[in-house]
């Protein structure tokens, strides 16, 4: 969040593929493990942050904590702008040759329930993202957390996101905002559980944390399993991921922003607050790869690795790595990779001026951070029996603007295969900020912001049906909400939105971004919108199948 935006000029490295065995599970204290040099290693490798949380405990109920801290709201933040422009990567041949330059025709998406949901929390960037359970919403920012129905009443909140690990200790407590956010909210469909993560330092050089919160219940405002992960380099911009075997999480692992770490939590220890372990390697790559996580309620096949995505060295490639972990003999732990998918060739936003000054708006000369150098949360992955499906996104060049780039990849004998990908660039606008999911049926959902030198950023969404014609977005573009006014003062707008789905029917998306009510810097909104694309219940009975 706010600690090491430098970060976002990437030095691009290249990477080999390598297999890794775990070596034993130890149990050093953080004051005993090896610091971690900056450098850029050929392979993945074990990390001496693997072994047990630093602490854990349970937590009194949230609606307690918030009622007795009552904490102010913060005084806005406003970061400095990112350091760019970010290197370019070994160029890909040719233009790009899957842009969808029109809309669909399918219509308009209706909106189900649409309201407001934390607003102003101050600083940039918000980094909104929310999540559904079975009775409730919960959204996070970089600055507070609120727990919602789902026909939009506020149940708790909006709480500084602190407020969870009051009375905890550590700079979890204690750390000030400068260093503390980057949060993410999780429901875990298998156990029916939240999952709330984000990271915290003492100065962003030494006391490094992790803080997660599992509730104890599917209800968000009671109880919470806490841990704390310690980290001997700053884990910036973590990306968090729900599988059956451990939550992984990827996250930078040195300032240079050139060796990330990708770490497994033993999940099934924190769903009853027992004491847990984590297991941690370094990977060298140009970017945060993605973990990917679970939506619905059929798992993987048993055994089955986490896929963690990035893009690839050339654009015109992704890279993936498959990580296996054992609880039980953590010798036997394995991350495998990256090997090399290739795509599309495309072109990274702004990528010949600048991407972190790449987005226009109206009424300003300040443009808007792109983040085309990293691929866009979630990598959400559904296994739907006859077939086990991943989508994600990240920001393209489009014939005079920004499109999205999105792509359907499936497993095949556990390697992933693209099965479709398009650039949805649908006329000279810039849409970036992207995230996509799937519900039940394989009917995909993207949502993103839109803005351009004549409007000011807005949330729009649009999808198409499981059966549509391969690569095609075939929904018309819906605005969900319109802003008012444009970002001044700082480039940027944040680092993810969030297209989730609602567990009790697996049809119902959730969508959570960002606009301005008016010009200004800090003074952002987020807005809360669900929608289906179909009646996915019917096909579902009828013994749909998909293309």
Not at 429 to 436: C, E, F, H, L
């Amino acid at each position: 969040m706010h600690v090491s935006r430098v970060l976002r000029s990437i030095v691009a490295v290249a990477s080999v593929g390598a297999v890794l065995v775990a070596s034993p599970s130890w149990s050093a204290t953080p004051a005993a493990k090896a610091v971690l040099k900056p450098t850029v290693h050929a392979h993945a490798s074990r990390s001496a942050d693997s072994g047990p949380a630093v602490h854990h405990d349970t937590s009194p109920p949230l609606r307690e904590l918030w009622q007795k801290s009552r904490q102010l709201r913060r005084a806005p933040h406003v970061t400095s702008p990112s350091k760019g422009p970010h290197p370019s990567l070994t160029k890909a041949p040719g233009p790009d040759r899957v842009v969808q330059n029109h809309d669909g025709n399918r219509g308009r998406i209706r909106s189900g329930v649409s309201f407001e949901g934390i607003r102003e929390g101050g600083g940039v960037p918000p980094d909104p993202n929310a999540s559904v359970g079975s009775r409730q919403v919960v959204e996070i920012t970089n600055f507070e957390l609120a727990v919602y129905s789902k026909s939009g009443a506020t149940l708790l909140g909006p709480l500084t996101t602190q407020t969870l690990f009051s009375g905890f200790g550590g700079p979890c407590e204690t750390a000030q905002s400068d260093f503390l956010g980057d949060p993410e909210v999780r429901w875990d469909s298998l156990a029916h559980r939240w999952i709330i993560n984000q990271f915290a330092s003492d100065d962003g050089t030494t006391t490094n944390r992790l803080c997660v919160g599992v509730s104890r219940t599917a209800d968000a405002t009671g109880e919470y399993y806490r841990y704390d992960f310690g980290y001997q380099n700053l884990p910036d911009h973590p990306k968090f991921a729900v599988w059956p075997d451990a939550y992984y999480v990827i996250a930078t692992a040195n300032a240079a922003g050139t060796l990330f770490e990708a770490c497994a939590w033993d999940r099934h220890r924190m769903l009853r607050g027992a004491d847990a372990d984590q297991q941690c390697y370094t990977v060298p790559a140009s970017t945060i790869p993605l973990g990917s996580d679970l939506d619905g309620t059929t798992p993987p096949p048993r055994g089955e690795p986490n896929l963690l995505i990035n893009l690839g060295p050339t654009d015109d490639s992704l890279q993936y790595w498959r990580f296996h972990v054992d609880w039980t003999h953590q010798a036997r732990t394995t991350l495998t990779g990256p090997k090399e998918l290739k795509v599309a060739p495309y072109i990274r936003a702004c990528e010949s001026t600048d991407p972190t000054q790449c987005v226009p708006q109206a009424g300003t000369a300040q443009k808007l951070d792109s983040l085309s150098y990293s691929p866009m949360y979630r990598f959400a992955y559904r296994n739907f029996g006859d077939h086990q499906s991943l989508v994600f996104n990240h920001a393209v060049d489009a014939r005079g603007g920004v499109g999205v780039r999105w792509y359907e990849l499936r497993l095949q004998h556990g390697r992933p295969v693209v099965h479709q990908q398009s650039t949805y660039a649908p006329g000279p606008t810039y849409r970036w900020m992207g995230s996509v999911a799937q519900d039940k049926v394989g009917d995909i959902a993207l949502g993103y912001s839109q803005s351009s030198s004549q409007t000011h950023p807005s949330i729009r969404i649009t999808g198409r049906l499981a059966h549509d014609p391969r690569n095609l977005m075939t929904f018309h573009e819906t605005t969900v909400w319109t802003g008012a006014g444009s970002q001044t003062g700082s480039n940027r707008w944040g680092d993810y939105t969030s297209m989730a789905i609602d567990p009790v029917d697996n049809c119902t998306f959730w969508y959570t971004n960002q606009y301005q009510p008016a010009d200004g810097t800090g003074n952002w909104n987020t807005r809360i919108a669900s929608f289906r694309l179909s009646d996915c219940q019917t096909r579902r009975q009828r013994g749909y199948r998909h293309r």
